[in-house]
């Protein structure tokens, strides 16, 4: 697959008017707890492989975090590499610091093909901002230098492990009373859910990956 088709198929998927929730009492519950709620700028970036390898683009692999059971907020969940953003820098500066303090993935390393839309934390209160990236160069082993004070493993799920019926769940939840769906991914061992659940859902449906309605 070349990096340039890679380019074009994700830049034609972020253009695409594709909100998180599709039910009008959701939206409008989560406005209004938004609206009495501040919420503070932060982001995270969704890290491709790279391209040049694989042949289509459900070989490609997406890299998720666990973090450790000290973290002050979503302990021990599965994550994407991210946090707060500085008052001294962009949505983008703030995912690359962070994937490089969590993870020890450089800059240059990587290509940033654009964000998707913001999206309400509403339990640490942040608006997120997701970035797509890609590695620019192959990968010679899945192994990295995480931090240990905030991460306690890293790994790479290729993207057509994560489309099956039997992978990905919704289910109908509550949130201080509002309905929101509950996004599941089961990976091995693994249960991605909460906002990274979401974050991949919305991507991977942007892609045209998912093959059922998203509520």
């Known amino acids: 697959m070349e990096k340039q088709d890679l380019r074009m198929k994700v830049e034609q998927a972020l253009r695409l ?12 519950a989560i406005d209004e707890y938004v609206k009495n709620n501040p919420h503070r700028p932060a982001s995270v970036l969704l890290c491709l492989t790279c391209p040049e390898k ?3 683009l459900e070989d490609l692999k997406l890299l998720f975090t666990v973090r450790t059971d000290e973290m ?3 302990a021990g969940q ?6 707060k953003k500085a008052s001294h820098e962009t949505v983008c500066d703030c995912a690359l610091r962070e994937t490089f303090e969590e993870v020890g993935i450089e800059k240059n390393k990587l290509e940033v093909l654009g964000p998707m839309p913001e999206f309400p ?11 797509i990236s890609y590695f620019q160069e192959p990968l010679l082993d899945e192994t990295f230098n995480f931090n240990r004070d905030e991460v306690q493993e890293v790994f790479l799920v290729k993207i057509g492990d994560l489309i ?6 919704v289910s109908d939840k509550e949130y201080k009373g509002m309905p929101y769906p509950l996004y599941e991914f089961f990976y091995e061992d693994y249960r991605i859910w909460g ?9 991977l449906n942007r892609l045209g990956l998912i093959k059922k309605p998203l509520p």
């Open 17 to 28: 008017d594709l909100p998180y929730f599709s039910n009008p009492q959701t939206i409008r």
């Open 54 to 56: 694989e042949e289509k």
């Open 72 to 74: 002050p907020t979503h």
């Open 78 to 83: 599965i994550s994407f590499p991210g946090g």
């Open 121 to 131: 934390s509403l339990i640490s209160k942040f608006f997120i901002t997701p970035f």
């Open 164 to 169: 099956g019926d039997n992978v990905f769940k």
């Open 195 to 203: 906002i990274t659940a979401h974050l991949t859902a919305n991507f």
